[in-house]
């Protein structure tokens, strides 16, 4: 396939509800050479470890731990996201993204930090 080079995306089945787009950084246009830096779904077929998938409500969310726990508003919407940061200190460079909308899970994110919390894609 192809990408921009620099931050880009690519949806694995097809633009619908139940896609998975994967967040990519390349050197070039070849996505032979691109790494992924995040896996975001909007499906209900997937979940966390510890059981948290799409239409969830926020409660499972907040019982991971306040204090690995922040909150991003939206500048849209009333929407907004929890993200998770692992208490393990080798894994700090990691998260967990939560959209919450309406009291309950719209799409989860994971991967990288600086990739899972981009409210725009790649800005």
């Not at 246009?29 to 995040?38: K, N, S």
């Not at 997937?46 to 799409?54: A, D, K, M, V």
């Not at 998770?84 to 959209?99: I, K, M, N, R």
């Not at 994971?110 to 800005?123: F, I, M, T």
């Amino acid at each position: 396939g192809q990408a921009s080079p620099g931050c880009g995306h690519a949806v694995l089945g097809g633009l619908n509800r139940n896609a998975v787009m994967l967040h990519l950084l390349a050197d070039s246009d070849d996505l032979d050479d691109a790494i992924v830096t995040a896996v975001v779904t909007r499906s209900h077929e997937f979940s966390t470890p510890s059981g948290i998938r799409l239409g969830s409500p926020e409660a499972d969310v907040l019982a991971l731990g306040a204090e690995r726990l922040s909150r991003i508003d939206s500048a849209y919407d009333d929407s907004y996201t929890w993200k998770f940061t692992p208490a393990d200190a080798a894994e700090q460079h990691l998260g967990v993204a939560f959209t919450i909308v309406d009291g309950s899970v719209s799409m989860i994110a994971g991967g990288q930090n600086n990739d899972v919390y981009r409210l725009e894609g790649c800005a």
